[in-house]
């Protein structure tokens, strides 16, 4: 499966269960970490999870599984390690409070509104 495959199945699990602010970065140009960064936030503690259990479920269906999961039931921030692609889902609040996008503004944003609804 190639990256932007399981990037457009990302950004879309997340939009299915009403994830706010999807945003995927580019990052393989300046980091070993990873190639991209999605990340998103939900409502709720409840929502977070959702947010991050659809994803793990709808990318499991296409046969990619994380390599390392971290954040549980009650975390503000869960972390989705695909390799080549993390999933950050954050709570509102610690989506503020950390700011990826800054820390990461050299990335290049991806366009997106193909795969999420307006």
């Given at each position: 499966m190639?990256?932007?495959?399981?990037l457009?199945?990302?950004?879309?699990?997340?939009?299915?269960?009403?994830?706010?602010?999807i945003?995927?970065?580019?990052?393989?140009?300046?980091?070993?970490?990873?190639?991209?960064?999605?990340?998103?936030?939900?409502?709720?503690?409840?929502?977070?999870?959702?947010?991050?259990?659809?994803?793990?479920?709808?990318?499991?269906?296409?046969?990619e599984?994380?390599?390392?999961?971290?954040?549980?039931?009650g975390?503000?921030?869960?972390i989705?390690?695909?390799?080549?692609?993390?999933?950050?889902?954050?709570?509102?609040?610690?989506?503020?409070?950390?700011?990826?996008?800054?820390?990461?503004?050299?990335?290049?944003?991806v366009?997106?509104?193909k795969?999420?609804r307006?």
């Amino acid at each position: 499966m190639t990256q932007q495959e399981m990037l457009e199945i990302a950004v879309k699990a997340l939009d299915s269960k009403k994830a706010e602010d999807i945003q995927v970065i580019k990052i393989g140009d300046l980091s070993i970490i990873a190639d991209y960064f999605v990340i998103a936030d939900g409502t709720s503690s409840t929502q977070t999870r959702a947010l991050a259990d659809e994803v793990e479920f709808k990318l499991g269906e296409a046969g990619e599984k994380p390599r390392q999961v971290q954040g549980n039931n009650g975390s503000n921030w869960i972390i989705l390690d695909y390799s080549d692609i993390v999933v950050h889902v954050f709570s509102k609040d610690m989506r503020e409070f950390y700011n990826l996008e800054r820390l990461w503004r050299d990335g290049e944003q991806v366009d997106i509104s193909k795969w999420v609804r307006d």
